[in-house]
């Protein structure tokens, strides 16, 4: 877990507070991921970071150098409802878009590549204390068609769904992916 | 790529040789699935291997003190025919039996977990020279029927479908997959 201590404490005794403030977007995701594997709803993981290992003490089997790969894919993957499921999350630090720049070039060929394959694909992006489900689709369609370096606020609120921020699950992203991808079902 | 240099050289010539001799288990696999990647047969990949950093040099952005966590999952997954699919490769050194002391009891749960959720999930065991596709639901009936420590040679032979290992794909086990998981379609 990635959030601060403070805030684990916290929830772990059951304070009702719907506001996981402190909480970053992956530390909303992993505890999100969390609930979702106790209550037997999906299997979700983070990947670990890609590191490339330099130098190694064999005697202690403690990594001395290594260095921080760039990212070829999405942050977590793993299977719902029988489908595979592979997102990452992304927080905008501007007000008024989303830079398509915090996007790796190769994240994108993954993304086309493991749509191609059925897969249910998405960005959860916050901006303005608001998390929107977008999906990978829309995202190819976005730097197909507008010839735009960033994502306009105004798009996701034409074109996205928000995720919920509760207490448990903290982030119920899977409320918005049922509602997209498994319609009527 | 974690084969050595001399056999790279070789087989990016293009030599035709069925015996990919030199290359370890994890070798055929990574191979295999690029080989899959590149054709859009399926996109699978090695998950990065878990550590807990402990020391960074953000002036280098250098990982300068981290250690080896315990795996929890399986080592590679992805997306196949809409479906997700999780495994694990093990080579076993001894030429009777394969030890299940070589699956750590978080990844029998894991397993257990992902195969609820629909995923398609086995191990990939390497013994005497020949490569078994053991299905995980197998696995958990040996592990719950047996009372044994290791499962038999004899065991791969009865139960499992062999996975054939040519050039391209080294290891085409995605073959198997679809005798096994997609029979008839």
Known sequence: MNYPLKQKEKYSKNVIDYRN????LE???NSANEYYLETDKAVIYKKPTPIGILDVDYSRNRIRDAYFKDKST???NGVYRGKYIDFEAKESHSKTSFPL???HPHQIEHLKRILR?????F??????????LLKGEDLIDFINSAKRKSIPYSYFLD????IEEK???TLDYLKVVDRIYFKGE
Not at 123 to 132: E, Y
Not at 159 to 162: A, H, K, L, M, V
Request: charged share 20%; glycine share 6%; aromatic share 12%.
């Open 117 to 121: 394959h059925d897969a249910i694909s």
């Open 21 to 24: 403030r402190g909480m970053n």
């Open 74 to 76: 999405f942050d977590y």
């Open 167 to 169: 207490l448990r699950p």
């Open 159 to 162: 074109n996205c769904e928000i």
């Open 101 to 103: 720049a915090n996007i």
């Open 27 to 29: 530390g909303l995701i």
């Open 123 to 132: 960005l959860i992006v916050s901006i303005r204390d608001q998390f929107f």
